[in-house]
């Protein structure tokens, strides 16, 4: 087609669109392209905006490396993840789920532990925490045999990945539920902590006045033939930022009663002082048990990164 107004543009687009032999792949970008053209008409973008937003996305990728994930940040600062998460989730949003955001910290392969053992690896300051957790159906029977890997942040605020100081797979393990659909393992409790922000999605923050704190979690993968591989976060009922995670991960489901215990006897004897416990369920749908693609594959170098916190704007 021989362009003769800005109409023109988006007929033509969607009329070679239909050349796509994939009918999911046409309507994805079909209406990918309809938004798109539509959006640029609604704010009368300019040239010079334009170009900034290339630079941005092209600036998305450049700061991807195997230890550091800035398009998965990107998505989540945009509430894009938390809505993708719902939409697929919940009897395909429909009813309460279990089911969060993946986030950028999840390795591949991280150790197998018995049920009972610490997934601390490295020495650590913070306090002891005890969890056990439950894999139901939407039955409510437990299941049996799901592979549940976990991973988490120290109690300083850095995953493993980005702190060259911790061991390697410090804070991460995967276990087997038993009989009744149980995990537990020792860990510390976790820290909430600040995004990075040193590139687009930083800027993003600062441009509308946002913190970028997180609020203290637990990250879960269920996975077990027949079922819909499901991730997810307990968060801290305790966190300050509940209201405003940078992410927009927290729903109600998943907000974990992290229990105080000052004076009754750890599980470990080793145990001195207070000491915290948390126990949750999850449930799972059935549907495809399938891995998703880590976001990250290996562990930073060099010197331990600076956590900078930006203020929210009243």
């Given at each position: 087609m021989i362009i003769k107004s800005q109409q023109d543009v988006t007929t033509a687009v969607l009329a070679e669109l239909q050349r796509a032999q994939d009918p999911r792949l046409r309507e994805i970008m079909s209406a990918a392209v309809r938004h798109l053209h539509d959006f640029a008409r609604e704010v009368k973008l300019t040239e010079?905006?334009?170009?900034?937003?290339?630079?941005?996305?092209?600036?998305?990728?450049?700061?991807?490396?195997?230890?550091?994930?800035?398009?998965?940040?990107?998505?989540?600062?945009?509430?894009?993840?938390?809505?993708?998460?719902?939409?697929?989730?919940?009897?395909?949003?429909?009813?309460?789920?279990?089911a969060n955001l993946l986030g950028p910290f999840w390795r591949q392969d991280s150790p197998a532990c018995a049920n009972g053992a610490s997934i601390v690896r490295s020495p650590s300051d913070g306090v002891p925490l005890f969890v056990s957790?439950?894999?139901?159906?939407?039955?409510?029977?437990?299941?049996?045999?799901?592979?549940?890997?976990?991973?988490?942040?120290?109690?300083?605020?850095?995953?493993?990945?980005?702190?060259?100081?911790?061991?390697?797979?410090?804070?991460?393990?995967?276990?087997?539920?038993?009989?009744?659909?149980?995990?537990?393992?020792?860990?510390v409790k976790p820290a909430g902590y600040p995004i990075p922000v040193r590139g687009p999605v930083g800027a993003l923050l600062r441009a509308q006045g946002r913190h970028n704190l997180r609020p203290a979690h637990i990250h879960f993968m269920i996975h077990k033939p027949?079922?819909?591989?499901?991730?997810?976060?307990?968060?801290?009922?305790?966190?300050p930022n509940l209201e405003t995670d940078v992410q927009f991960g927290v729903t109600q489901a998943l907000i974990g009663r992290y229990v105080l215990h000052q004076e009754e006897p750890a599980p470990d004897a080793d145990v001195r002082g207070p000491w915290y416990s948390l126990e949750h369920t999850f449930v799972i749908e059935p549907g495809e048990a399938r891995l998703p693609r880590p976001p990250i594959s290996g562990k930073a170098a060099g010197e331990r990164p600076q956590l900078e916190i930006l203020p929210r704007t009243p």
């Open positions: 010079a905006e334009f170009r900034q937003a290339c630079d941005i996305i092209a600036r998305l990728g450049q700061l991807t490396t195997e230890s550091h994930n800035e398009v998965v940040l990107a998505c989540g600062s945009l509430g894009l993840s938390a809505l993708v998460c719902l939409l697929n989730n919940g009897d395909q949003g429909q009813t309460e789920t279990t957790a439950w894999v139901r159906d939407r039955a409510g029977r437990p299941v049996a045999d799901a592979k549940v890997d976990v991973w988490q942040a120290s109690s300083e605020g850095f995953y493993e990945n980005q702190d060259p100081g911790q061991a390697d797979m410090n804070l991460r393990g995967h276990f087997m539920t038993d009989a009744q659909g149980r995990v537990c393992f020792r860990s027949g079922y819909k591989t499901q991730y997810s976060q307990v968060y801290s009922s305790d966190d």
